[in-house]
């Protein structure tokens, strides 16, 4: 019964090298150092060799029983320690919960946006489809196709932002209409609706290079001045408040004809006269008409059938209006503490 004693030995041993360990780095060095190459128990095995025939049944009996159990005792060793090293981790990182909780900060919708959206309720309830189109576009799109020939002052480098000789940052958000007609190939009723951030060589308190438009393009048959004027006192009135006048000046665009430019009721003065509207009661707010044939024409739709009309706000004014903002540049400059405003329910 040498081999049993051995047995126990050998156990005894393993039980006492596992005894003080405290890493797994420590259980993979005693792991090899009885089951690796040259371990206790491999080197139990090699002998194998030199039993003889008759014990050798008895032998492997051995050698499989001791293997069991080292391998058990091994394996639990490595349980024990997972469990320790979990422990320890959950005691180190245990939290404080009578500390302070950090505040989280709320955001809040930005005052463009809140008009944005005001106005794209407004005309989606009146049946109109809300588009966007890219703020980089193409000169052909911005200007040709909108019958402004070549020369025309809008063109002038002063006022567009041209990033080579086919592209621009878009002055206006008219090429949309360019790129609904197109897009439609002659379909009627359409109504469309286009907000986007527009692109001009401007940057004073009110003039900022960067500010926002809300294009309007509706074409079908019969469609007629008179639907422009109505739909843009309705949109006055709605956004701007019901006492809110408007008034239609004669102007000239390339791409309306007749075309007109719009005022309202000054919404500081309430039309008295102040120093917003320059004493005159009145606050231009947009350009519109009736879309050019031209226009139609190079864009797929017959002039013959078809009749138009476009207009095109810059909405900047109805936010500084409607939120007091005094200088145009507040509105772009992301200032935290002016964004942190319109989190207030007064502004809702
Ligand atoms: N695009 C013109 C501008 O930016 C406004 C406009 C739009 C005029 C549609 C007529 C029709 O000034």
């Given at each position: 019964?040498?081999?049993?004693?051995?047995?126990?030995?050998?156990?005894?041993?393993?039980?006492s090298d596992?005894?003080?360990?405290?890493?797994?780095n420590?259980?993979?060095?005693?792991?090899?150092?009885?089951l690796?190459?040259?371990?206790i128990?491999?080197?139990?095995?090699?002998?194998?060799?030199?039993?003889?025939?008759?014990?050798?049944?008895?032998?492997?009996k051995?050698?499989?029983?001791?293997?069991?159990?080292?391998?058990?005792?091994?394996?639990?060793k490595?349980q024990?320690l997972?469990?320790?090293l979990?422990d320890m981790?959950l005691?180190?990182?245990?939290?404080?919960?009578?500390?302070?909780?950090?505040?989280?900060?709320?955001?809040?919708?930005?005052?463009?946006?809140?008009?944005?959206?005001?106005?794209e309720?407004?005309?989606?309830?009146?049946?109109?489809?809300?588009?966007?189109?890219?703020?980089?576009?193409?000169?052909?799109?911005?200007?040709?196709?909108?019958?402004?020939?070549?020369?025309?002052?809008?063109?002038d480098?002063?006022?567009?932002?041209?990033?080579?000789?086919?592209?621009?940052?878009?002055?206006h958000t008219?090429?949309?209409q360019?790129?609904?007609m197109?897009?439609?190939?002659?379909?009627?009723?359409l109504r469309?609706?286009?907000?986007?951030?527009v692109y001009?060589r401007d940057?004073?308190?009110?003039?900022?290079?960067q500010f926002?438009?809300?294009?309007?393009?509706?074409?079908?048959?019969?469609?007629?001045?008179a639907d422009l004027?109505?739909?843009?006192?309705?949109?006055a009135?709605?956004?701007?408040?019901?006492?809110?006048?408007?008034?239609?000046?004669p102007s000239y665009?390339?791409?309306?004809?007749?075309?007109?430019?719009?005022d309202?009721?000054?919404?500081?003065c309430g039309?008295?006269?102040?120093?917003?509207?320059?004493?005159?009661?009145?606050?231009?707010?947009?350009?519109?008409g009736?879309?050019?044939?031209?226009?139609?024409r190079?864009?797929g739709?017959?002039?013959e059938?078809y009749?138009?009309?476009?207009?095109g706000?810059?909405?900047d004014?109805?936010?500084?209006f409607?939120?007091?903002?005094?200088?145009?540049?507040?509105?772009y400059?992301?200032?935290?503490r002016?964004?942190?405003?319109?989190?207030?329910?007064d502004?809702?």
């Open positions: 019964m040498e081999e049993y004693m051995e047995r126990e030995d050998i156990i005894k041993k393993l039980e596992l005894e003080s360990i405290k890493t797994k420590d259980l993979q060095t005693i792991k090899a150092s009885y690796g190459k040259n371990g128990v491999t080197n139990l095995s090699l002998k194998m060799k030199e039993i003889p025939n008759e014990e050798k049944k008895e032998y492997g051995f050698l499989n029983l001791i293997k069991e159990e080292v391998t058990t005792k091994l394996n639990d490595e024990e997972d469990k320790m979990l981790k005691n180190n990182e245990k939290i404080d919960i009578t500390l302070p909780s950090r505040r989280s900060l709320k955001g809040s919708i930005h005052p463009m946006t809140r008009i944005v959206e005001e106005l309720d407004l005309f989606v309830s009146m049946g109109y489809d809300v588009i966007s189109g890219p703020e980089i576009d193409t000169d052909m799109n911005s200007f040709t196709k909108l019958n402004l020939p070549e020369g025309h002052p809008a063109r480098a002063q006022d567009t932002f041209y990033l080579d000789k086919d592209y621009l940052l878009r002055p008219s090429p949309a360019v790129r609904t197109e897009a439609n190939k002659d379909k009627t009723p469309i609706v286009c907000p986007g951030k001009r940057d004073d308190a009110t003039h900022s290079h926002m438009q809300f294009e309007g393009l509706v074409i079908g048959e019969d469609i007629s001045l004027k109505g739909t843009l006192e309705l949109f009135k709605k956004l701007l408040g019901e006492k809110t006048n408007v008034r239609f000046r665009f390339p791409f309306t004809e007749p075309s007109c430019e719009v309202v009721t000054c919404f500081k039309g008295k006269g102040c120093s917003l509207c320059k004493q005159t009661g009145w606050i231009e707010v947009l350009g519109a009736v879309v050019h044939p031209n226009v139609l190079m864009s739709y017959d002039p059938k009749t138009g009309f476009a207009f706000p810059g909405i004014r109805f936010a500084m409607k939120y007091g903002i005094t200088d145009i540049r507040q509105i400059t992301n200032d935290i002016f964004l942190e405003q319109f989190d207030r329910k502004v809702d």
